[in-house]
């Protein structure tokens, strides 16, 4: 995801002005014309600027002069879906964020790279110690080891970006200063970032009630050391769909029995199954919840997500499963990360 600033333009500029950002962003070739706060006034594509030539516009006119000033957008914190598969059928691909009260742009989306807008705030957890992977985590955190060339969590940061979700948390503790580092304010890939620091260990989803500036409605939770394929628009319209409170990304675990299984009640047997397949259902690490949902996370206390699900099933919550379909593999030791840099080079990510 890229710094969306490159596609902004002031209202003040002249045409000359349009014509030479519009040369530099090529294939990209749409500018928004913007006041001094940012607000989204009208768009200038090449063909705005053709028009108005033809018309006798002059080179040095203001921009004003040739921009459309109704332009497509979407809205931060909308399920903008529906606005998404208009914009693609009409093949509009720069699309400009507005803020949910006003006309401030706070992102923009380039559907060549984009697969969606989600309104989701995302929580990556990225504090262990990855002790199961010494002595490559001795002097760098597991999550960013390298695979493929590239660091676990930021191929999880990018996946996330590509769908739109661009407020994330990382919440850190072992050498987490590295990540700070590494990422800084997120503000290169386009997004915002904000690290939650755990002095003591607060569990696989504890940390998230340190976060009191989620945007969205909905929040993503995910280990940090998975390399999976998921299609996060997906998982959050099943959610929707459903009317979920919280899913689970699940992941199939086919059993198969080599023999005849015999199903009995006192000693009876009520009936046989020659040889049977059984299909379980595991915990994947990736949940998505509603942000009301919050509340229900003590502050500053060892948490797991499992005891919140646990919670949820007993308060009559919809606690939903997403069968993972696609590829999926948590890097936990070292014959999974061996595996993960072979397989990075055959799965389509």
Known sequence: MENFEKYLISEKSSIREA????????????????????????A???????????????????????????????????????????????????????????????????????????????VIMAGGQGQRLRPLTENIPKPLLKVGGTPIIERNIDRLAMYGIDDISISVNYLGEQLESHFGDGSAKGIRMQYIWETEPLGTIGAISKVDNFTNDHILVMNSDLLTNIDFEDFFHDFIQNKADFSVLSLPYKVDVPYAVLETENG?????????????????????????????????????????????????????????LGYWLDIGNHDDFIKAQNDVTHIQF
């Open 44 to 122: 200038v594509t090449d063909g705005d600027i053709r028009r108005g030539l033809i018309e006798s516009k002059k080179i040095d006119d203001p921009i004003q002069s040739v921009m459309n000033t109704n332009p497509h957008y979407l809205r931060n914190g909308e399920n903008n879906s529906l606005k998404l598969n208009e914009f693609k059928t009409k093949n509009l691909q720069i699309i400009p964020v507005l803020r949910k009260t006003d006309k401030v742009i706070c992102n923009v989306i380039n559907l060549r790279m984009h697969r969606s807008y989600l309104p989701v705030d995302a």
């Open 268 to 324: 009876q047997i009520k009936s046989l199954k020659e040889k049977p397949s059984y299909t379980y259902y595991s915990n994947g690490g990736i949940y998505l919840m509603k942000k009301e949902l919050l509340n229900r996370i003590p502050e500053n206390t060892h948490f797991n997500a499992t005891d919140l699900i646990e919670a949820l099933i007993e308060e009559g919550k919809r606690v939903r499963s997403y069968p993972m």
């Open 19 to 42: 014509l030479i950002r519009l040369d530099k962003l090529a294939q990209d070739a749409t500018v928004f014309v913007v006041d001094a706060n940012n607000a989204l006034i009208g």
